[in-house]
T-cell receptor, first 115, second 108 residues
Framework: KAGVTQTPRYLIKTRGQQVTLSCSPI?????VSWYQQTPGQGLQFLFE???????NKGNFPGRFSGRQFSNSRSEMNVSTLELGDSALYLC??????????????FGPGTRLTVL | KQEVTQIPAALSVPEGENLVLNCSFT??????LQWFRQDPGKGLTSLLL?????REQTSGRLNASLDKSSGRSTLYIAASQPGDSATYLC???????FGSGTRLQVQP
């Protein structure tokens, strides 16, 4: 079974631009969660989607948004990029109906650099 | 609000040593807890999942325990190897909250 895939793996943007990251979960998984990882803040939860609905959201500004498609693939978008958005963005997929309690499987991440 | 703390932040041991990594959480209604390893610049690899009804899980040289009453989980690594060098993170799956990790270096 293929693991979680994320595209692109690396991305360089300039301040003020927007960016879209993509995540394809493990086949059969219906929950996708997104995280931001920085050296200073560690791994922080952005949001979680299940069956195309956002079920939970972390404490991030509205510039961060996401969506999930009917095939469970998910995208996250960051608008008006800031230098502080430079980070490793990770997505994780989970089986079952409750993403909170199920084992999380992570993708390799997208390294975003904002100049 | 669930908080997850990992101590120590960094650890260096000689090859062959047995070691324990600690994870503490503030909300005892933790449901499931998961341990991961992360190599530099990479994603997280799942090591062990402990469901709330379990007290421990084992996989090879790894053993993780969960004590909800004290708000603690430990990851025991037996006979450490240089390939075990990585950052180890624990996570409360109820709140999708992660600890800041323990950076482990195993010296050959």
């Amino acid at each position: 079974k293929a693991g979680v895939t994320q595209t692109p793996r690396y991305l360089i943007k300039t301040r003020g631009q927007q960016v879209t990251l993509s995540c394809s979960p493990i086949s059969g998984h219906r929950s996708v969660s997104w995280y931001q990882q920085t050296p200073g803040q560690g791994l922080q939860f952005l949001f979680e989607y299940f069956s195309e609905t956002q079920r939970n959201k972390g404490n991030f500004p509205g510039r961060f948004s996401g969506r999930q498609f009917s095939n469970s693939r998910s995208e996250m978008n960051v608008s008006t990029l800031e230098l502080g958005d430079s980070a490793l963005y990770l997505c994780a997929s989970s089986p079952g109906s409750s993403g909170y309690y199920n084992e999380q499987f992570f993708g390799p991440g997208t390294r975003l650099t904002v100049l | 609000k669930q908080e997850v703390t990992q101590i120590p932040a960094a650890l260096s041991v000689p090859e062959g040593e047995n070691l324990v990594l600690n994870c503490s959480f503030t909300d005892s209604a933790i449901y499931n807890l998961q341990w991961f390893r992360q190599d530099p610049g990479k994603g997280l690899t799942s090591l062990l999942l402990i469901q709330s009804s379990q007290r421990e899980q084992t996989s090879g040289r790894l053993n993780a325990s969960l004590d909800k009453s004290s708000g603690r989980s430990t990851l025991y690594i037996a006979a450490s190897q240089p390939g075990d060098s990585a950052t180890y993170l624990c996570a409360s799956l109820r709140a999708l909250t992660f600890g800041s990790g323990t950076r482990l270096q195993v010296q050959p």
